[in-house]
């Protein structure tokens, strides 16, 4: 008579072996027999995570869209008040007539907006939709940032019966007093779902929780605030897990954040 290896091994061989569709989808049947097995519903929470993790210290490749679309640009004519020229005068020194302020397409303002360009203000709901910005870093969707809202998108279609977590219901401080089950949600979120708000809030409150001792989880607030533009603080925290640990990882997201701030 055979027998056969325990689920909870047996998905974890499957996790080792990359093999993480198989992995969640034992999990999943120890979890519908057994609600509140803490370490099933770890190693799915792992076992998602790697199915869509992207590393954060590979170097940004700049794309076609950064190399045809450059955010940089030198605006042609100053400001209103800004110049160091004085008003009402020329080059010569003599009075001149006073410059209506003109917009980027080399229009005077005239107080009043043409019926034809309301469609580029995000009046609605629709038309800020459509904008090309993001809720998570507030600038257009490159090909470097738009991968990750993508990866948050195709994330989705890994629960056709729903989320793993509903991340609406879930008490933040009480996960964030248990250290083992705070990290695995913790990776969860920033790479499953890309909530990087909740996860930054998750990483604030265990940090907190662990009287700010923990390295690990100031690496994380680091990341989250790469993620959502905040360089200067992104720093702070790096550089204060390396004053508590010095890590290979730590040095290379310090790396990444100097260039900004």
């Known amino acids: 008579m055979g027998s056969e290896m325990e689920p909870l091994f047996r998905a ?5 072996r990359r ?3 198989l992995c969640a989808d034992l999990c999943t049947q120890m979890l519908e027999k057994s609600p509140y097995d803490q370490a099933a519903w770890i190693l799915k929470a792992r076992a998602l995570t790697e199915m869509v993790y992207v590393d954060e210290i590979d170097v940004d490749q700049e794309g076609i ?4 679309l ?3 640009a030198i ?7 800004t110049s160091l020229k004085l008003p009402g005068t020329n080059q010569t020194g003599g009075p ?3 410059v209506r302020p003109i917009t980027q397409a080399g229009r005077p303002i005239t107080g009043f907006l043409r019926p034809s360009t309301q469609s580029g203000r995000p009046g609605t709901m629709e038309q800020a939709i459509r ?4 809720a998570y870093t507030a600038r257009p969707i490159t090909s470097s940032s738009g991968r990750f809202v993508r990866l948050g998108t195709a994330s989705m279609l890994t629960s056709p019966d729903g989320p793993f977590i509903n991340l609406s219901r879930l008490n933040l401080t009480k996960y964030s007093q248990k250290p083992k089950l705070a990290k695995a949600l913790f990776e969860y979120i920033f790479h499953h779902e890309n909530d990087v708000k909740m996860a930054l809030d998750l990483a604030s409150l265990s940090t907190e929780y662990s009287q700010y001792k923990d390295w690990w989880w100031k690496v994380q607030i ?3 605030y790469y993620r959502l533009g905040m360089y200067r603080e992104a720093e702070k925290q790096f550089k204060s897990a390396l004053k508590q640990q010095e890590m290979v990882d730590t040095f290379l997201y310090l790396a990444k954040v100097s260039k900004y701030s």
């Open 75 to 81: 605006a042609q004519v100053p400001r209103p008040g």
């Open 65 to 68: 869209a950064e190399m045809t």
């Open 222 to 224: 680091g990341k989250c």
């Open 19 to 21: 093999k993480f569709q």
């Open 12 to 16: 974890w061989s499957y996790f080792r």
């Open 96 to 98: 001149t007539q006073a």
């Open 70 to 72: 450059d955010e940089n």
């Open 131 to 134: 904008t090309p910005r993001t």
